[in-house]
């Protein structure tokens, strides 16, 4: 088998960076919440509503 070569490129990961992308993903996980609670919910009240 031939050797392969390979090259990496390392970037500097600055503090910037990383809390751009956790806010981002914070900001999302907090969107969801109200729909996982509503859905919960309504659930919940179907559950009752048949087998209540």
Same mark, same amino acid.
């Given at each position: 088998? *031939? ?5 990496? +490129?390392?970037? *500097?990961?600055? *503090?910037? +960076? ?5 806010? =981002?993903?914070? +900001? =999302? ?6 729909? *996982?609670?509503?859905?919960?919910? =309504?659930? !919940?009240? !179907?559950?009752? !509503?048949?087998? =209540?």
């Amino acid at each position: 088998m *031939a050797e392969h070569k390979q090259e990496i +490129d390392y970037v *500097a990961v600055t *503090a910037e +960076d990383i809390m751009e992308e956790r806010r =981002g993903m914070y +900001d =999302g996980f907090m969107k969801s919440i109200p729909w *996982a609670a509503g859905a919960t919910v =309504g659930i !919940l009240v !179907l559950i009752y !509503l048949i087998w =209540g």
